[in-house]
């Protein structure tokens, strides 16, 4: 039987910046024009963890069950490892999806924008057939795209509308940067499993282009926060905070530079994310001084 430590490794807390700094920015964008609402932002991030947390645990149930997970290096796997029985991973996927699908109903509740539960449950569905189902689209290289989009665009401006009921150039350049470093957060993942993951059979995007592209692909995503940031002093000069969230980044981009492959990647993913929540609350910093 798992431990309750197991089932916290199993939410893979160093991912959760993904969901927690796209709402934050997307909650700055609306601060910007005048339209902060600080009950509907504790909802969306309510909603973005949830499904983080259920997106994880879902990946944990339908890796493990498939033998992806059975030689591969990284975070501890629930299913994987035998530390929890399948059905019981499953059953943590759907309660912690079906958490964040009600503090989704309560903010369409409540903001009246009642189209966004087709938003919603597209988000969920992209949760679950990620690693899930008979075709997951994860296994066929479109795991990036999706990451980028879901913690990106989805995110971002899905925290912006419900409070304001539009969407902003700052808001849309804000999104560009989340589902960019996100995705670049996969990117490196999928980075450190290149051997593991083309012997079982799943070709993810890093698998598709190689090793050498693979880190070309990482560096150019972590570059474009920064480049946003840049364009967005046009607007509003506060936002060059942002470059300083440069210096979390810089020993990833290293590693990733060097060559650096197995676990000596793991600890890519906790500088990108971390670095990502840094540039969110930075900027976000930057929009409610301007």
């Known amino acids: 039987m798992a431990s309750v430590v197991q089932w916290i490794q199993g939410t ?19 601060h910007h024009i005048d339209e902060f609402n600080a009950l509907y932002t504790v909802l969306a991030l309510v909603v973005s963890i ?12 339908s890796d493990g069950i498939r033998g992806t997970d059975d030689n591969r290096v990284g975070p501890f796997r629930l299913t994987g490892s035998g530390a929890a029985e399948p059905a019981k991973v499953r059953l943590a996927a759907f309660i912690s999806l079906g958490v964040g699908a009600l503090a989704g109903i309560a903010l369409v509740a409540l903001s009246g924008y009642w189209w966004m539960i087709a938003f919603g449950a597209v988000c969920v569905a992209g949760a679950w057939f990620y690693t899930g189902g008979k075709r997951p689209y994860g296994y066929a290289g479109l795991g990036e795209i ?15 509308y419900v409070q304001t009921g539009e969407i902003t150039g700052i808001g849309i350049g804000a999104s560009i940067a989340m589902g960019s470093i996100s995705a670049a957060v996969l990117v490196a993942n999928n980075l450190r499993d290149i051997p593991t993951d083309a012997v079982s059979g799943k070709r993810t995007l890093a698998v598709v282009l190689g090793d050498k592209d ?19 002093t046009v607007r509003v000069p506060y936002a060059l905070l942002g470059f300083l969230a440069a210096p979390i980044l810089l020993p990833a981009v290293r590693r990733v ?10 600890p890519v993913l906790q500088f990108t994310g971390i670095a990502m929540l840094a540039w969110a609350v930075l900027v976000s910093v930057g929009l409610f001084l301007d």
Request: aromatic fraction near 10%.
């Open 12 to 30: 893979r807390p160093r991912t959760l910046p993904n969901s927690i700094a796209p709402v934050i920015v997307g909650a700055a964008a609306a």
């Open 50 to 61: 949830a499904l983080q947390i259920g997106v994880n645990y879902a990946n944990d149930y």
């Open 146 to 160: 999706a990451v980028f989009l879901f913690f990106g665009p989805a995110a971002v401006l899905g925290t912006l």
């Open 214 to 232: 693979t880190r070309r692909l990482y560096l150019a995503l972590v570059a474009v926060p920064f480049l946003i940031a840049l364009g967005m």
């Open 257 to 266: 530079a060097a060559g650096r492959g197995g676990r000596d990647l793991i």
